[in-house]
């Protein structure tokens, strides 16, 4: 039985929710229509996958898969504020690929004269990028000393036909995999992925350890073993479900300009390690659906960093707080913001709490730790408690000079500055104070009136 592919995907989609899915049947231009398209669409708060032609291109693009939490809880087959609990068990119920000989992937093959990316519809989707660039590729690579794979995002801009600049600014698995490979003036054999089921996305926007096959989470978020066909022209396997595959190597002692690039920051950057990749084979279906994420700072590109991000870093804050509760990184912060809350904490875990977190994820610059009587996915909730709970003299400490993410645009030198806000009432404050709240007899009241009053 094959894996389901995003084809697949969409067709469920479709049936079970076709308000969800937003097909266009008039031919769209290239460039920048649909990002302006998908960031107007959350400006009025709807959240559409988008399916477009694009005028002069076979293949269709899809878009904006991940702009809804909700549908991301779908796919991961558990409710909405379940998403952190359910990641946590995916990742503890690893399913191991199987291999196979070749698979739908592989039905059309382009090599040396034949292989041209320009058949791809890559777009420009701001008007301050360098040029057209791929956003939804998955780079598979393999540790050069272990034979570990790994799966991680990178933006790619198209440089001609087999040529891309990669940036490895994340300085991650695949930033050791190349360093090693390149002291040993050696290119890293890459494939990168455009375009699988929702779930080998989100498996690759995991952050596990440096001996974790993302693969193997692919595998239980399907639920059964990923097929995996070999490469063609590199040693390195890919779905066998996969849309289109590009092959080829990160070339070892070169480095050329890349960027500047609209990041998740909502900030256009040159900030780039300037890798070049270039191509050797692309694979696809025969009838091929091309993936794009919104980049900027949509709901699409933040959303698909954000889930295993917040459950991978609940579970390391638990396993040493057990009094930490919930964990949201607001889409306002764009990954740089989290807040947190405790239940029942004695003094001083608050501030325990806030500096862990800064060790465990150098995205978060700022952290807001709040009890567990507000609930930290309501920001307005969140920013009353700090409205209302806290001393700026007391209770905000500052860690100057922390390592962070160069993509912050306030980083200096690979560093900046990182704030933690406890938001946490005091014993005497919780003493002294009393909310004025709705009773629950009436709040259910009120809820029935609203049924009654306010239903279309
Ligand atoms: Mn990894």
Known sequence: MANPSLADYL??????????????NSEVPRDYVITALALELERQKQYPVIK??????????????????RRIADILACPEAEISRRWAEIEKTPIKPVKVATGPVQETVYRNEELDVNRLPIMQHFATDAGR????????????DTGVRNLSYHRMQLKGPRKFGISLHSRQHLYSYFERAERKGRDLEIAVIVGAHPAVLLAASAKPGIEVDEYDIAGSILGEPLELVPGLTVDVEYP?????????????????????FGEFSGYSTSRSTENVFEVTAMCCRRNPLYLSIVPGSAADHLYLARVAREAAILQR????IPYIHAISYPKS???????????QAPEGVARHALTLLFGLDHYVKLAVIVDDDIDVNDEEAVWWAVATRVRGDRDIIIIPRLFTIPLDPSSEGGTVAKVGIDATMTAAFKKEMVICKEREQDLSLAKEIIDKNLKS
Do not use: W
């Open 240 to 260: 066998a479900s996969a849309e289109i595959v590009l092959e080829g190597r990160i070339l070892a002692g070169v480095r050329e300009a890349e960027g500047p």
């Open 11 to 24: 067709a469920g989609l479709k049936s079970k929710a076709p308000q969800q899915i937003m097909e266009i």
């Open 52 to 69: 477009a032609s694009i005028a002069g291109y076979e293949l269709p693009l899809v878009t904006n898969v991940f702009s809804d939490l």
């Open 333 to 343: 912060g764009v990954n740089f913001h989290c807040y947190l809350s405790l239940s």
């Open 133 to 144: 660039y791929i956003t939804a590729g998955i780079v598979v690579a393999k540790d050069p």
């Open 317 to 320: 804050l638990k396993e040493k």
